[in-house]
């Protein structure tokens, strides 16, 4: 499970006083730790992909399915996820969609940016423990 922390701490990616820094990760478990070194870039295509398979459980025209399959299929392709990887994301729970439906509400650059806070994050993955066995094997890659 993975740590939240107060919202001081929720990015990362940005610097803050190092011994606090430093203090927090010592209390990080294995899972904080595939989180903290997966670039930031992935964990939105794996929150997307698991998403995406949320919709795919659902009815809809075929055309539609296609073009699910297509984008997935784009982020094997385009983006370095291998299938071993997209296969690992399981869909995404109620809860966790109703936090997409939240960012949505958002412009990409800001979604994005929301995306990239670790409180963030460690939430989708708490809610889905599958985006961390992804990460996991991203980080296998040759």
Known sequence: MIQLKPEQFADHTRPWPAAEYEAWRTEWQEDDRIMAETPPGYWFDLVNISRVKR???????????????????????????????????????????????????????DKCAVMRKWNVMAAHCNLNPSLIDAMKLLKRRP
């Open 55 to 109: 919709l795919l459980m659902g009815q809809m025209p075929d055309d539609v399915r296609l073009q699910f399959l297509e984008w997935l299929n784009e982020k094997v392709i385009h983006e370095g996820l291998t299938p071993v990887v997209t296969l690992a994301v399981k869909p995404m729970c109620d809860a966790g969609e109703r936090m997409m439906r939240e960012l949505d509400k958002l412009h990409l650059s």
